[in-house]
C-alpha cells in the first residue's frame, strides 16, 4: 500500500513561513492536494494539482511537489492558520486508489 | 453556490442498520462523483470510496469493502452511505464530498459532516 508521511506537528510564530511536508515514494510524480481544517469544521482545500490555489484561498497558501516530498508553505502566517493540514494523493494504480496523509497540527505561537 | 448538506447526527446500538445521506445542490448533481470520507473521533481523514450519480457506480477502499454501501438517488441529487449491521469501530464523523476529477481525486467541497455514534 501507499503511505504518506507528514510530521504530527509544526510550530511558528506569527508573520513567519510554516512548511508542512508529505512523503512519499516518488510523489513529484503524483498530483497532490492539500486540505485544511480547523476544529469542528469539514475540510477545505487550500491547494490541488501540488501547486495550484482554489479561488478564495490567499496567496499566501503555495505548493510545491519533487522526488519524493510534496510542500505546503504558509507565507506571513496568521492566528486563523491554525488548523490540521491533510495531505492526499490519487492514484488509480495503487490498491486505495486515494490515500490520505496523517494530517500535520500548525500551532501559531 | 455549490452546497453539499449532510443528513443529522446519528445514535444507534451495534447490530442496528443506518442510511445517511448527502444532499447536492447549486450545481448538476450527476456531473461529479461523490467521495465518502471517515474520520475517527481524534484521528485523520481516511479514503472510504465514491460513487458517480450517473449510474451508481462505485469504487470501494479495499480495507471498507463489503462493511458498507453506497447509492444515490439522482432525481433527488442525493448520495447514500448505508450499514446493514453497525459495529462500535463504526463510531465516526463521514463527510460526503464533491469529487472534482475523478482521476486526480481531489475534492473541492464538503458536506458539513454527519456524526454516527455507535453504542449499547
Known amino acids: 500500500s501507499y503511505v504518506l508521511t507528514q510530521p504530527p506537528s509544526v510550530s511558528v510564530a506569527p508573520g513567519k513561513t510554516a512548511w508542512i511536508t508529505c512523503g512519499g515514494s516518488?510523489?513529484?510524480?503524483?498530483?497532490v492536494h492539500w486540505y485544511q481544517q480547523k476544529p469542528g469544521l469539514a475540510p477545505v482545500l487550500v491547494i490541488f494539482?501540488?501547486?495550484e490555489r482554489p479561488s478564495g484561498i490567499p496567496e499566501r497558501f503555495s505548493g510545491s511537489n519533487s522526488g519524493n516530498t510534496a510542500t505546503l508553505t504558509i507565507s506571513r502566517v496568521e492566528a486563523g492558520d491554525e488548523a490540521d493540514y491533510y495531505c492526499q494523493v490519487c492514484d488509480r494504480n495503487i490498491d486505495q486508489h486515494v490515500v490520505f496523509g496523517g494530517g500535520t497540527r500548525l500551532t501559531v505561537l | 453556490e455549490v452546497h453539499l448538506v449532510q443528513s443529522g447526527a446519528e445514535v444507534n446500538k451495534p447490530g442496528e442498520s443506518l442510511k445517511i445521506s448527502c444532499k447536492g445542490s447549486?450545481?448538476?448533481?450527476?456531473?461529479?462523483?461523490i467521495a465518502w470520507v471517515r474520520q475517527m473521533p481524534g484521528k485523520g481523514l481516511e479514503w472510504m470510496g465514491t460513487i458517480n450519480p450517473t449510474d451508481s457506480q462505485t469504487t470501494y477502499n479495499p480495507s471498507l469493502q463489503g462493511q458498507v454501501s453506497f447509492s444515490a438517488d439522482r432525481s433527488i441529487s442525493t448520495a447514500y452511505l448505508q450499514w446493514r449491521s453497525l459495529k462500535a469501530s463504526d463510531t465516526a464523523i463521514y463527510y460526503c464530498?464533491?469529487?472534482?476529477?475523478?482521476?486526480?481525486?481531489?475534492?473541492?467541497?464538503w458536506g458539513q459532516g454527519t456524526l454516527v455514534t455507535v453504542s449499547s
Open positions: 464530498a464533491r469529487l472534482k476529477h475523478f482521476d486526480y481525486g481531489d475534492l473541492d467541497y
Open positions: 516518488n510523489i513529484g510524480r503524483k498530483n
Open positions: 447549486g450545481y448538476i448533481f450527476i456531473s461529479y462523483w
Open positions: 494539482y501540488s501547486s
